[in-house]
């Protein structure tokens, strides 16, 4: 039943992309004169992205820290990867940003053609030009005001444990002097993992931002920025893990 429940979820997934994306269209056509930067299609990439979250009751999001989010313009938004799922959960945000992907992803029937329409940045993987030229991408959006989201461990963790960190996302940082805003997700790997085609319902999702934290504090070293930013994401996903398995234990006792 569940592979039933699974297909009619991806087929409902694929539908309401359709519609999505040409609403967005039709929202550019009439917002291109003064939305050089794209940011109402951006809400709505963040509406079609987080509903399929939301129209599941049993997917819970558990947001803690949004209060950092108050007041903070431009930045670089940075989060560990753990599912194809952190997507829509990240864009639950709902704050403009230019994603950071790799280039295959544009392949994707509507997906992959509105990260075009968004204009966000993709990378092919191992290809020192592609990279090259994302980073110059990036500097673009930055110096318009825009912020980026960058997972900086470059794929998805097998496990859930944190990869080392790339260094781009703190290289830009550093550059712009502009903070990094790291957060933490925990649980979007259980609704589905990353070789798995069925779809798991009941699913705690837990999301916590952390305060912004600027490269003057570390004298503009992207390399120190890095560390201190991975070290603080490994400190909060255990804690967030700690607190999960004790209110796994609190309702199994109750």
């Known amino acids: 039943m569940v592979h039933i429940f699974s297909w009619l979820y991806f087929a ?11 609403l967005e269209v039709l ?16 809400y709505i990439s963040c509406l079609w992205a987080y509903h399929y979250i939301y129209i599941n009751p049993f997917w819970r999001c558990h947001w803690e820290g949004r209060e950092h989010l108050k007041g903070l313009k431009t930045c670089i938004y940075v989060g ?18 230019k994603w950071i992907s790799k280039s295959e992803v544009l392949k994707i029937p509507f997906f ?9 940045v993709c990378v092919q993987r191992g290809d020192k030009k592609s990279i090259r030229e994302t980073m110059e991408a990036s500097r673009m959006w930055l110096a318009r005001g825009v912020s980026m989201f960058i997972f900086p461990e470059g794929t998805r963790s097998e496990d859930g444990e944190l990869l080392p960190f790339r260094d781009g996302a703190f290289k830009l940082a550093c550059e712009y002097n502009i903070p990094i805003l790291p957060m933490v997700i925990d649980g979007a790997k259980d609704i589905i993992s990353k070789r798995s085609k069925v779809v798991n319902f009941n699913v705690d999702i837990y999301v916590k931002i952390m305060p912004p934290v600027y ?40």
């Open 112 to 120: 992959g053609w509105n990260m075009g329409l968004n204009e966000y």
């Open 80 to 97: 560990n990867h753990q599912s194809t799922a952190d997507i829509p959960v990240v864009y639950g945000l709902f704050k403009p940003f």
């Open 27 to 42: 929202v550019r056509a009439f917002t291109f004169p003064f939305d050089k930067n794209r940011k109402y299609i951006h």
């Open 12 to 22: 409902y997934f694929f539908i309401a992309g359709a519609f999505f994306y040409y």
């Open 215 to 254: 490269p003057a504090d570390f004298q503009n070293q992207p390399g120190a920025l890095r560390d201190h930013v991975r070290e603080l994401m490994k400190t909060n996903l255990a804690e967030i893990r700690v607190r999960r398995n004790k209110e796994s234990k609190d309702l199994v006792k109750a």
